[in-house]
């Protein structure tokens, strides 16, 4: 029994010995993971800080760019109401005719369908210039009532004031500028839209609708990967979308 116990008390010794061993290498893999803990911390902050670095190079970017040569403004049109003219030709006019003509003035027909527009005839956005505008509303209609009369008439087009020149001129240079802000910004769009598409001459109905779906969904998504508001967004209008993207009023841009 007194061999036993000495025996036991030698292995107790050996297991203490060990423990002893296990609990500094503990220890030190504790100040490692410390040392490993503070130095993620720091990564992690100086990453931040070259995100936020990169983010205010990106938004200093897209400024100088849309300010210098893609400029997007709103341009307001001064059109009286009609429902104000004709109440003021005729005092006899009920309220509620003057109400209806208001509502129909605030709806548009658009692609086969009536659409409720605030700012019908009230104001358009520009790009490039005062003299490159789309409808606010988003209807692009006089682009193909051209091409379709101009198959049906022969010689040349001399009327220089076409509204479907600047509708065109203003979706290719919307089209330039998504596809340099999805450069600038890191972003993958969705749709591939070449710069050229609305350059060319007589785009069928079909293949001009479909460019500005695709042109539409790229804004869209810019505008989503940036967090702008969302009640501010419609997926009609093209260069309002635009506009609320490259405003130096969105906080997340160049994130």
């Known amino acids: 029994d007194t061999e036993g116990l000495l025996r036991i008390k030698e292995e107790n010794q050996k297991h203490y010995r060990r423990a002893q061993r296990h609990q500094e290498k503990k220890e030190k893999i504790q100040r490692h993971n410390r040392k490993l803990g503070d130095l993620v911390e720091k990564k992690t902050y100086d990453?931040?800080?070259?995100?936020?670095?990169?983010?205010?190079?990106?938004?200093?970017?897209?400024?100088?760019?849309?300010?210098?040569?893609?400029?997007?403004?709103?341009?307001?049109?001064?059109?009286?109401?009609?429902?104000?003219?004709?109440?003021?030709?005729?005092?006899?006019?009920?309220?509620?005719?003057?109400?209806?003509?208001?509502?129909?003035?605030?709806?548009?027909?658009?692609?086969?369908?009536?659409?409720?527009?605030?700012?019908?005839?009230?104001?358009?956005?520009?790009?490039?210039?005062?003299?490159?505008?789309?409808?606010?509303?988003?209807?692009?209609?006089?682009?193909?009532?051209w091409v379709e009369e101009k198959k049906t008439t022969q010689g040349p087009d001399m009327e220089h004031n076409n509204p479907a020149h600047t509708i065109?001129?203003?979706?290719?240079?919307?089209?330039?500028?998504?596809?340099?802000?999805?450069?600038?910004?890191?972003?993958?769009?969705?749709?591939?839209?070449?710069?050229?598409?609305?350059?060319?001459?007589?785009?069928?109905r079909h293949r001009f609708t479909r460019a500005v779906k695709k042109l539409n969904a790229n804004i869209l998504h810019l505008c989503f990967s940036q967090h702008v508001n969302l009640d501010l967004l419609h997926p009609l209008h093209t260069l309002r979308n635009l506009m609320y993207l490259v405003s130096p009023d969105t906080e997340n841009l160049g994130r």
């Open 168 to 204: 065109s001129a203003a979706l290719c240079y919307a089209t330039q500028l998504v596809n340099t802000l999805s450069l600038i910004l890191d972003v993958n769009l969705p749709k591939k839209l070449c710069n050229s598409e609305f350059c060319g001459e007589n785009l069928s």
């Open 47 to 145: 990453l931040k800080t070259q995100y936020e670095h990169l983010a205010n190079l990106r938004r200093t970017h897209i400024l100088e760019l849309t300010s210098v040569i893609f400029p997007i403004e709103e341009v307001k049109t001064s059109m009286r109401d009609p429902a104000d003219v004709s109440s003021e030709s005729d005092n006899a006019m009920t309220s509620s005719t003057v109400s209806k003509l208001a509502e129909a003035r605030r709806t548009t027909y658009l692609s086969g369908r009536w659409v409720c527009d605030d700012h019908n005839g009230d104001t358009s956005i520009s790009i490039t210039g005062p003299w490159i505008i789309l409808p606010n509303n988003g209807d692009y209609s006089a682009y193909y009532s």
